[in-house]
Nanobody, 121 residues
């Protein structure tokens, strides 16, 4: 089994910063991509940022210039530094990883349990 465990959510005032972290553990052969999604009340889950094994990153337009994703391939961790937070960033943030559990296995998506980020105005 594979587990993704997030930490670092909380309550912050507008303009503040938070750092989310996620650690993947378990039966992992290789990770392709790790990233962050978020889901606000009444809205669909959306991509926030993703980091591929090749080192490329991709961000949602709404967070470009404010959020930074970083990844430690050796430790199977990914972090999201969030600066300049606004109330519109309030959501449950989910860590996600696309990985193989063994050689020749199907590439599979795994999700963390989510961590709440609340930005007050």
């Amino acid at each position: 089994q594979v587990q993704l465990v997030e930490s670092g959510g909380g309550l912050v005032q507008a303009g503040g910063s938070l750092r989310l972290s996620c650690a993947a553990s378990g039966s992992i052969f290789s990770i392709n991509a790790m990233g962050w999604y978020r889901q606000a009340p009444g809205k669909q889950r959306e991509l926030v940022a993703v980091s591929t094994s090749g080192g490329s990153t991709n961000y949602a337009d709404s967070v470009k210039g404010r959020f930074t994703i970083s990844r430690d391939n050796a430790k199977n961790t990914v972090s999201l530094q969030m600066n300049g937070l606004s109330p519109e960033d309030t959501a449950v943030y989910y860590c996600a990883a696309t990985l193989w559990t063994r050689p020749g296995s199907r590439r599979t998506d795994y999700w963390g349990q989510g961590t709440q980020v609340t930005v007050s105005s």
